[in-house]
């Protein structure tokens, strides 16, 4: 309930909620990681390198570094949906996109629904 509350548990909930409806509308459940020499713009790659740090020896019994960590991806997240398109027209863009869209999203699971906030 405290996180609910904060800044940062307010913009995880907007961005899993985010993240969870463009999946939803690509028919994606789940999606490869895409190669790092893929992403060819900035965001993706600051994405791709936050998520692979936060998920990392994911502190399954310590719920406040979960905490921490979700918390670290706001910035990088911002960007990401600031910078780019996530529906990009070309395919393989748009499936690269999603792709670290799900990784976000299974990390976010992996602490809670956050949907239920």
Known sequence: ?????TPEGQAAAEANKRAANLLRKAGVK?????????LSE?????LAEALTK?????PEEDPAEQLARLAALAAPLARFFDEVLVMAPEESVRMRRLA???????LVLRFADLSRL
């Open 100 to 106: 670290l869209l799900a990784r976000l999203r299974a």
């Open 54 to 58: 936060a998920e990392a020896g994911w």
């Open 42 to 46: 900035p965001a993706e790659r600051t």
């Open 30 to 38: 789940e999606a490869p990681a895409p190669e790092m020499a893929a």
């Open 1 to 5: 309930d405290r996180f609910a509350t």
